[in-house]
């Protein structure tokens, strides 16, 4: 029997039934309303013959939603309280497969092979920034991921340089993906509600980064320095990166940029001639 799983009442009684507390500490605000429910689905891009992966199912709401697209889906849940709920919510649905386990220890690579996966999530809060790291910089077969996340977690991800939301997360997500919203959603539309307002945000994996970059780790490092020494001109930034005076005024000048600015108002490009630069000047000592 299809449960309706959007419906408050249903899911109260289906946790009172259970015996079932919410556990705070793993996030877990369930979503209730039917509209966000199939918007997550539907962006997902999924259907017969697609693997999606869901972190987090829960009782299981949105979790329906991806089977009845047809698409094989695996639900990784790390509460084992909810195993009995979720075989009862999703008994009718055969293309589900749950396996109880953290997210962030499974092993991903040996469960997606080589087939394409999409993400599909209701983000638990309290880890929404690794597990966005850890799967966005990956080489896992990812093409698409739908993530529920705290509206100001968006907000970083989509921010323009100079702005206080602009962080090494905005750089670190656009370099991999590019990001669009699929909706913002009020606490209302989850029990119990969370203290913030939420967004739906559609990552989809580039072909290749959004800007090339002789070595991605030196352009980290670049982001790291500007954004861990925020209010710092640049040129500081890099003397406490471990960058010293002399080859810091090398690498800027090879890129034609300001030390004096703070590297919070560089752009991705900017970001990208200093980390080229940089690795000029090392593999020139070397030489
Ligand atoms: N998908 C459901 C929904 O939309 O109603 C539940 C979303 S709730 C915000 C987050 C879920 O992630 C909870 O069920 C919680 O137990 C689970 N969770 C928390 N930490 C996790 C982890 N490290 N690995 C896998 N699941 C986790």
Redesign the pocket.
């Known amino acids: 029997m299809m449960i309706n799983?959007t419906d408050m009442k249903t899911v109260r009684s289906i946790l009172s039934r259970h015996g079932f507390h919410f556990?705070k500490k793993?996030?877990?605000?369930?979503?209730?309303r039917p509209d966000v429910?199939r918007a997550i689905a539907e962006a997902s891009e999924i259907g017969e013959g697609s693997h999606v992966l869901?972190?987090?199912?829960?009782?299981?709401?949105?979790?329906q939603a991806l089977a009845r697209t047809g698409a094989e889906v695996t639900a990784?849940?790390?509460?084992q309280s909810?195993g009995r709920i979720l075989s009862h919510t999703l008994e009718p649905y055969k293309n589900v497969h749950i396996i109880y386990?953290?997210?962030?220890?499974?092993d991903l690579n040996k469960l997606m092979g080589d087939k394409e996966w999409h993400v599909a999530?209701?983000?638990?809060?309290?880890?929404t920034t690794p597990?966005l790291l850890h799967l966005v910089q990956s080489d896992l077969p990812i093409s698409t991921f739908v993530f529920?996340m705290q509206k100001e977690v968006a907000e970083r991800i989509m921010a323009s340089p100079g702005t206080k939301a602009y962080g090494a997360l905005t750089l670190a997500v656009q370099f991999y993906c590019t990001s669009e919203v699929v909706m913002d959603v009020p606490p209302s539309s989850?029990i119990p509600r969370p203290a913030v307002n939420s967004t739906v945000l559609k990552l989809v994996k580039r072909d290749k980064p959004a800007v090339e970059v002789k070595d991605t780790r030196l352009f980290f490092r670049m982001v790291k320095m500007a954004f861990g020494q925020r209010r710092k001109v640049f040129t500081n930034a890099m003397k406490a990166g471990g960058i010293s005076a002399e080859q810091g005024k090398e690498i800027l000048a090879a890129c034609g940029i300001d030390g004096k600015r703070r590297g919070e108002t560089f752009s991705m490009e900017e970001f990208a001639s200093l980390a080229d630069a940089w690795y000029d000047l090392i593999y020139k000592d070397k030489e």
């Not at 990784?76 to 509460?79: A, G, K, L, Q, Y």
């Open positions: 799983l556990s793993l996030g877990q605000n369930f979503l209730v429910v869901e972190i987090g199912p829960g009782i299981g709401t949105l979790t990784v849940e790390i509460d909810l386990d953290d997210v962030l220890k499974l999530a209701n983000l638990p809060y309290y880890i597990i529920m989850f």
